[in-house]
């Protein structure tokens, strides 16, 4: 059922680096992009969306970089945080469909004071 | 403002038993989704209700069942429980009109 493809598994970053996670899609239908930051024993929470219309969104310190050609998304954190450390999911969905989220697999995050 | 709550937040069964989860919705938020998130994995889509009917179904067998009451919270139930039905199981609530999904913190169903 997995829709969208998520690299790396894992990520370790120093302080103040910026931390890279790239998501690819396969449904041309999909128009919402969204990334979900989730803390151990929490639910997921949204960060940052986008849609197809614009190739890039930022928002603070957290930018979604869009390539609709290639169908591909990625998340930048620039200036990263140990309390940036947390496990980060990619998702797209239909804009009539946009219940049915589909997640990636989801990026562990660890940023090293 | 309450978010997205759910309960209970743990809970553990024996294969073939039958349990029921339950979430009420942000304020505001008349649409409830159900997911469920094995462990180190994405969170995978079971359905949504809206106007107490599930609109939308993910693929997941029928044994996975819901139902959203009047004041929009909404249950989970699973029948014959199996081991691999273990894992985090999250409602999402939201404005029909935007996409933007509020998540609660999940319940994790644990099956032995």
Redesign the interface.
Known sequence: ??Q?K?SPQSLIVQKGGISIINCAYENTAFD?F?W?QQFP??????LI?IRPDVSEKKEGRFTISFNKSAKQFSLHIMDSQPGDSATY?C?A?G?Y??????????TRLTVKP | DAGVTQSPTHLIKTRGQQVTLRCSPKSGHDTVSWYQQALGQGPQFIFQYYEEEERQRGNFPDRFSGHQFPNYSSELNVNALLLGDSALYLCASSPMRFSTLHFGNGTRLTVT
């Open positions: 059922q997995q969208v998520q919402y969204p979900y024993g929490k639910g997921p929470a949204l969306a999911f998702a969905s804009d469909n946009n219940n049915d989220m589909r997640f990636g697999a989801g």
